[in-house]
Every structure is written in structure tokens, then in C-alpha cells.
């Protein structure tokens, strides 16, 4: 994490892309492959426009279940005054363990028009938020950059966040290049056996790890202002599951060896069992001090350097 004070008033570089006209030519690019949809590695080929709904429920306008600051993301979000948190109904995975299941799989969540999206973005940047933080956009992509315009010529200037399950399409995350400024995938497993059977994620680790390598290269290791409050870069979020399931070492040696020793890296420690969790018994129970610790020091055995998330409520 580096600090540079320089960029503290520096343009969120998707607003020199609306300026030349790189976002629309974006928007085409996302809507066409969210026509016979591919925008996310299950390629189901739903035709979203017309009616279709994909793997992951969702169809052709945006789906929200809420939008407010939060102050319960990693201190670089939250800062003073708190996340701008958009959380996107739906998801293109299927965590038997997810705490937000009505969310990600239920049906929690209003269609709404990429007006309305605009709106919700610059009402939480006139909250005062520092970011505006799309959680669990793979799904919905097309529809969160087709309304940017609207929120740029409402004043939209605030960083972007892109928070996500990890699971991604590295070709549609080639078309955000220059639109987010942040960066927060989950990296969930270094298994692909536990992302199928837990998360019915085909062939993840390939995904995800193509994609937080490309996420890297657009936006580099996390770098903060004066105040501590992220700017831009990587932010990598892991959870630690029981039974070593997670697949913590794969997971740290990929980030050291492939992305940087300096990415933050935050190793989660909240997991309890929830939504479909009882039907699994290898999962069927919170995580002991003595697994976290491992985890703990397994990064440090990489040279990473981690927050420590013990307790920390979703």
C-alpha cells in the first residue's frame, strides 16, 4: 500500500474515457456480450435483451437491493464518512455458505432503470461517501458502465469500486480498464474441486486468477492519500474456511509470486455457517483460532503483509 498525496485530486480516469468517447464505445462492447451473455465465465448465452435471464437471474435492467454508505468494508474504503455501496441483486455463483443468500439467491432486490442507477451513485457521492462500491457487479457490468454517463454529467467524480466473488470473465474485466479505479475481488479457493462443490464455480481458480492478474495490471498495488482513504489499486480479499478448504496456500503463493508481495491483502475470519451450509458437514461450523493463524501464517511465509480480520462482521 503506498501513499501519494499527489493523487488526492487527480480525475477518476473514466471521466477522460466519457470525455473522448471510449465509454460508449465500452458500453457497445459490454452490451454486445451481454446479448447472447458471456460476461461472466458460465457463458450461458442468455439473450438478455430480449427477455432471457441468465444463470445469475439477472435479465436486462439493472437489479438493486440497496444503496447507502457503509463502514463495514476494509478501512481504505470506508475512510471517515463511509463506503457509496450499491449492492447488485443476484450473483454467477452459488455459495452454499453466503451470508447475503437473499441477496445473491433469493429475490431481495428492484428492478430499476440506468437513470435511477445514475441517481443512486451521485446521491452517495453527495453523502459525502469516497467511493461509490458496486458489490457483486460480474453480472450486471453492462448496465453499471450504461449508466455512467448520466452520473458523470451529474457531477460523478469519486473513485469506482468493483467488488466481487473472484469469479470473471478476464475479457469483459479488459473492457473496464480505465473505468474502475479499485479493485476487490474475493479469491475464495486455490481448489477447483471445492469451488464446484461449494460454489458450483466451474474451472474457477482459472478465472479468477486470469482476472485478478489482469485487474492488477490495470490499477497496480492499492495506493491511499494522506488520510489513509484508497485511491486506486488492488485490494485482495481472502476468507478461511474449515477444514482448510479455502485453499489459503495456492491462493497466497498466486498473489505473491503473481500479482506483488506489496498487495493488500486482507484475510477474513468471519465465516460461519449459513444458507445451505448444515447440508455440508465439512463446513458445518465456524473456523478455530488455530486455522486462522495458519492462514496468518502461510502470508507471512510469502511476505505478504495482511490485516488481521479475526471477528470482523460481514
Known amino acids: 500500500m503506498r501513499l501519494n498525496e499527489a493523487m488526492q485530486t487527480r480525475q477518476p480516469s473514466y471521466i ?13 462492447k459490454l452490451n454486445e456480450r451481454m446479448s447472447e451473455c458471456t460476461l461472466c465465465p458460465r457463458r450461458c448465452r442468455a439473450r438478455r435483451f430480449e427477455g432471457d435471464k441468465g444463470v445469475c437471474s439477472a435479465g436486462q435492467l439493472p437489479i438493486v437491493a440497496s444503496a447507502q454508505p457503509h463502514f463495514g468494508e476494509e478501512p481504505p474504503l470506508t475512510g471517515w464518512a463511509g463506503s457509496g455501496t450499491i449492492f447488485m441483486s443476484h450473483c454467477n455463483m452459488r455459495c452454499v455458505y453466503c451470508q447475503n443468500a437473499d441477496i445473491s439467491q433469493g429475490s431481495k ?7 435511477e442507477l445514475s441517481t443512486m451513485m451521485v446521491m452517495l457521492q453527495r453523502k459525502g461517501c469516497h467511493n461509490v462500491n458496486f458489490v457483486t457487479p460480474t453480472h450486471q457490468i453492462a448496465q453499471i458502465v450504461a449508466a455512467l454517463p448520466k452520473a458523470i ?11 466481487s466473488g473472484g469469479y470473471e470473465e478476464p475479457d469483459a474485466i479488459r473492457l473496464l480498464d480505465g473505468i474502475f479505479d479499485i479493485y476487490m475481488p474475493d479469491l475464495k479457493y486455490g481448489d477447483d474441486d471445492a469451488a464446484f462443490n461449494l460454489s458450483a464455480a466451474i474451472h474457477y481458480v482459472r478465472f479468477s486468477f486470469a482476472s485478478a492478474k489482469e485487474m492488477h495490471r490495470q490499477v497496480g498495488d492499492l495506493v491511499v492519500d494522506k488520510n489513509g482513504v484508497a485511491l486506486s489499486g488492488l485490494i485482495v480479499r481472502h476468507l478461511i474456511l474449515p477444514n482448510g478448504l479455502a485453499g489459503t496456500s495456492e491462493v497466497m503463493r498466486f498473489i505473491a509470486h503473481e500479482l506483488s508481495v506489496n498487495t493488500y491483502v486482507n484475510i477474513m475470519g468471519q465465516y460461519r455457517p449459513c444458507h445451505k451450509a448444515g447440508q455440508h458437514p465439512a463446513i458445518d461450523r465456524r ?14 511465509g510469502y511476505g505478504l503483509v495482511t490485516t488481521v480480520n479475526r471477528d470482523r462482521k460481514p
Open 109 to 115: 432486490g428492484d428492478e430499476v432503470s440506468l437513470d
Open 16 to 28: 477522460k474515457l466519457y470525455e473522448n468517447g471510449e465509454l460508449n464505445s465500452r458500453i457497445a
Open 287 to 300: 473456523i478455530t483460532p488455530e486455522e486462522y493463524d495458519e492462514a496468518i501464517r502461510i502470508a507471512k
Open 153 to 163: 454529467e451529474n457531477g460523478l467524480s469519486v473513485p469506482l469500486v468493483y467488488n
